[in-house]
């Protein structure tokens, strides 16, 4: 009978197979809430006004340079034949990469129910948008007569100018255009919950009234939650084949042509695998700085920065298969002029180009096989720079060592770009971190809502869950 009324324990697992916590040192749920709001409602840091000085100078270098452009003319590019792509469109693509890890760590992640996504995803996808707004600049501004942009538009006019849907550049509007509006929404959507915890927290009357305006009257009901649990999963949906699709339909401004080096199927997955890469790799760049100067390494743990290096290994893997695949099929095909595209990557004019894309691409992401390596932050950050660097570079191996040899040699020329490409290039960066300072001085970094839903506090079979912890709301 003694044995029969012993209750029955279960030893903890060993050390080694434990999970780590998504949120350190068994925070309470007002800390989270004070955390998070902490950064809007303090007193501003110096280095936030250090930044933002500097990047709300390098913003108005960039437009100063675009208007320099609309009076002058692409004459003060590069360009010139036969590389008649260059820097515009090497960032155009640059950009759109950048932008889809946002999509994917909150869509995709989502729907496959990784909760660790919960601490990175509010600022993954703010960086989505930004960095949309900085690729959308590109083509505009490429087509030289920037005040006729709204020709790509189906617009009924006078003139009856309709765009030509045969062209991939006409599918690159709708598709980027969609997916900003698709992101926009949805960054939006998980942001009510949050909005309303600042307006209840708010102690000016326009900080009260603008919280609560986009609050949109959020009460935390148990309606409420129901609807807007509905609405994130269905623009979760929709934004899951965006992912995929938009990428794939910039490749296709490429694959389309017959221009040796372009002329390849394998393009649109390449080009996806390489958005996401590069995107995590701006992700890492990004929050390993912002959880030490916020202080939130108790939110953004070593686990979510293992788990995104992962992901980056992975798909730099990928990326890696598909250099290889397409140096293979160029060799396979027989193409004296695909082959001859490919050796000029690696020993033309641009070999500097093409290796220090492999080193950086297929190379440096291998070092991320090392746990010690993963939860080492500052070399994470210095290898996240590193991912960048080298993505920025395939782009620029892909447009312009297919172009600056042509099938006359006569044509034969060496691009190099002037310094207005340059300093605009710089000047969206500048455009980039000007709005994202600003969400982080006056929107909620981290997402208050879901972190506190995967805190073992929110968990009643968890030892530490319900009624037990308390801390507030």
Known sequence: MAEASMKLELAPPPPELQRIPLVSNQRGLGWLSDAVAGISEGKVPSWWWTAFIISFGMMSMCFSLILYL??????????????????????????????????????????????????????????????????????????????????????????????????????????????????????????????????????????????????????????????????????????????????????????????????????????VAGAIFSGFGMVLTLLIPIRKLCHLEDVITPRHVDLMCKVTLATGSIVGYAYGMEVFIAWYSGNPYERFAFWNRAFGPYWWSYWIMISCNVVIPQLFWFKKIRHHMLIVWILSIFVNIGMWFERFVIVVTSLNREFIPANWSYYIPTKIDILTYLGTFGLFFTFFLLFMRFLPIIAIAEVKGVTPQADPHHPLGGAKTGGGH
């Not at 003319?73 to 155009?92: K, Q, R």
């Open 70 to 271: 609309m009076s002058t003319g692409v004459g003060v590019w590069g360009l010139g034949h036969p590389v008649m792509w260059g820097w515009a469109i090497v960032n155009f693509v640059w950009w759109i990469g950048i932008g889809h890890a946002g999509t994917l760590i909150s869509a995709i992640l989502f729907l496959l129910r990784q909760r660790w996504r919960t601490g990175v995803n509010r600022a993954a996808e703010a960086m989505t948008i930004f960095a949309v707004m900085c690729a959308g600049i590109y083509p505009l501004i490429h087509i030289g007569r920037i005040w006729l942009g709204w020709w790509l538009f189906p617009i009924p006019n006078s003139n009856n100018i309709w765009p030509q849907f045969r062209s991939p550049l006409m599918w690159d509007v709708f598709a980027v255009s969609t997916y900003f509006t698709v992101s926009l929404l949805f960054w939006y959507m998980g942001l009510i919950p949050d909005l309303a915890v600042f307006r209840d927290r708010s102690t000016t009357k326009i900080r009260k009234f603008l919280y609560g305006l986009f609050a949109l009257g959020w009460t935390g009901s148990n309606r409420h939650w129901s609807n807007y649990e509905k609405a994130y999963l269905i623009l979760a949906g929709l934004s899951t084949p965006l992912v995929l699709s938009v990428h794939s339909i910039v490749s296709l401004d490429f694959s389309v042509s017959q221009l040796p080096g372009w002329h390849t199927t394998i393009f649109p997955p390449y080009f």
